[in-house]
């Protein structure tokens, strides 16, 4: 499903672009997907995860806008999620499902994320998804950059993204850099210490806006590793702060949580 929306949407909008000569296409590389074997691992031990769901206080900024409260935070795989902030001014929530989704303010409304804006993993605060993916989707590619410092911290740097080779190369590198998700292992524990990706305005998924999520103070919950806080920082701005209460694995999560509601018109994209 996820594919099928991916391919749709670029070739309705790029279908005019031109077409250049073949590049080659990014391949798994296995120092790669041995390092992603060995952070599952430390992140899940024997447990063949199926879904999270992780409760937390919340700390939310928005320019001079400092709200608190709680906040759950549930996926389903790397394509399914659903975080809702019980706010100080009312309740947020974002649900992400097969490369669609919305967000509902505090006023209720709701809107369409855009299309370009869906097609990074939804698992953003519990990425071990999108290393799982790895084994069954055949369009996800993984790479080593290497080992470096991140925040003052040692890790290795691994890069996944989605390739589809058999598109019109323009094709095939937009979804390549609109995909991709810069993941930074702890160089000692091989837990996710950070992981970057960009978001972008609704009608221009060629700008970019940086996106960083920060995990530390990883605590074992029914033998899975799960950090305890997770902040969210855009364009180096710390937005969502969340100090982990409680964490549920395999709790079996219906897929229905991740239903999309009925969009408005004028809250489409």
Known sequence: M???????????????????????????????????????????????????????????????????GTATLIALGNQQSAVTLNLTNGERQEIRNDGAGVWIGSDGTVHAMAMHNCFIDADWFFPAFSLLALASDPTMVITLVGQEVHSGEQVYHLVLLHNLPEQIPNVALLIQRVTRMDLYLDAVS????????????????????????????YQSSNGV?????????????????????????????????FTLPTVPAGGAQ
């Open 2 to 68: 996820f594919t099928r929306v991916l391919l749709f949407f670029f070739l309705t909008t790029l279908i005019s672009s031109p077409i250049n000569a073949q590049t080659p296409a990014p391949v798994s590389d296995p120092n790669a997907v041995a390092l992603a074997n060995k952070a599952l691992q430390a992140l899940a031990g024997s447990t063949a995860l199926s879904d999270i769901t992780i409760q937390a206080n919340a700390t939310y900024i928005a320019g001079s806008d400092l709200e608190t």
């Open 190 to 217: 091989l837990l996710p210490a950070a992981l970057d990706f960009n978001a972008h305005p609704d009608t221009d998924a060629d700008t970019n806006f940086p996106v960083e999520i920060r995990f530390s103070a």
């Open 225 to 257: 590793q799960a950090p305890t806080r997770i902040q969210k920082y855009i364009q180096n701005s710390l937005v969502l702060d969340l100090a982990v209460t409680g964490v549920a694995v395999n709790s079996g999560v219906p897929a229905s949580v």
